[in-house]
């Protein structure tokens, strides 16, 4: 297979917020795609990082007695440790407070400006403070003059700002949507973006002058960029396309564009028609897709600190202990809101799935063809094979099935369908389990004429296991690292095609024992 590469981001994070699991959870679900991409042998850049500047991080550090930049080092920090925390394979951790970002959007913006499609002008209309997003007296209208995010009042702003042409990109954006279908994902995401277009563009705001924790705008310093379109230009700023003399272009410049931009639908607007103006006006290739998946909201309810139904880090650590760091990836990125509704959280529900999906299904199967294993034939992979010819039972085309369920997924990761992925390598572990309650080895071991048989289904049940918990492995890392040693099989590295071949197990390869997830 020719070696692509993948570029896949997620939002950059405040660093006025602690982390929680909604960040925690767009990470997850980029980290399983590029683990997933890896596996298949693409070159993968997986980026992430922290959005530093702005009105809300001057104001909290202003409260703390504390210099921006101070805040700004502490609470970074922070969100670094988490990519860690949860075994996240980020390639890079980007901070709109780094030089090369900073010396690189002043570069854009100064293109931006000598194109004319950034001007200077007069902005009156409705700021949400909480968000640093402003609205039109149309679209504030709409919202009743209040933040739909924090619920606070919309604030009534005139000031000379900079302002971005985006008017001017109207019928460029209707084009390339409509020879774009996939640009947006899900469908119903796109359709709330046309809709919205359709209403016809306005030029944007791009600069504030009533604070100056941010980037100054090229010769006019009394203006810092809005935070907004600093942030939006981390996707390109961290492969150097700003500056063709920096380390990070030399390295990475060849991601450019990005296959996946990952966001919460909060930020679709910025991401789906901000951005892909941006990137016209530089003449930049567009991203290949936006999507915007849902929100976790917390056992019925709105996650909020006062309800105490919110989930911080101190709370998934809870769930850490007590399921394991496998059992919350599994839970979050089979259960989650990647879609166009929101998930709810409840311990409940976390339990029932690692019951169900951890150690009844994986669990299960994995224990019992290994013991099997280790009690009829101490531990020795016997063989499928009769005189050289593979043994079939009940009609079950093992290397088939097993071939179907690879192509599915490879297919269902290529699309960011993360669920239907792992389900691919569920299916085959129930069918497993299936098979040995049709078959019953533990009633063939006891009959003498019924060892081929025995042997057999044996060994395409560990075989099946082997190639399913691959399939499982950018999910559950751990556990299938586990297994996989347990029963002396190749961890993933790069070929996964050529792995999941039928085969790969050798008949008198050594197996021991496992129990990968305890009952709780
Ligand atoms: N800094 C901007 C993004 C700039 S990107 C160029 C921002 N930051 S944020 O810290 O507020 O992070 C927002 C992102 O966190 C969401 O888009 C989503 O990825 C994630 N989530 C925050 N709360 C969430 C949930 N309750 N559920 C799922 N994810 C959510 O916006």
Redesign the pocket.
Known sequence: MSKQTRYVT?????VN?RP????V??TTLCDVYSRAMRSLGHDVFFLTGV?EHGQKVEQSALEKGMEPQALADLNSEEFRSIMEMFDLTNDAFIRTTDKEHTMQVRAFVSTLLERGDIYLGTFEGWYDEGQEEYHTETSARDLEYTSPISGKPLVKATEKNYYFKLSAYQERLEKFFETHPDFVQPPSRKNEVLGRLREGLQDVPISRTNFSWGIPMPSDSEHVIYV?ID??F?YITALGLGDKTNDWHEKRHQYWPATFHI??K??LW?HAVIWPAVLMALELPLPRCVYA?S??ISEGRK?SKSLGNFIDLETIESYLEEYGMDAWRYYLTTQG?LGATDADFTAEKFKETYNAHLVNTVGNSTSRVTAMINKYYDGIVPSELNDGERVVLLGFDWPEKCKHAVQNWEEAMEAFSIAKAVECGMALIREVDLFINDTAPFKLAKDESKQMELGAILYQCLETLRIATMLLSPVIPNKTREFQEAIQAETCSGNLQEQAQWGGIKPGAKVTKVALFPRV
């Open positions: 997620t939002p950059i994070y405040y917020d929680h699991i909604g960040h959870y767009t959005d907004w942030a939006l981390n966001i919460g909060e930020i910025f998946h929100f976790w996650m809101p």
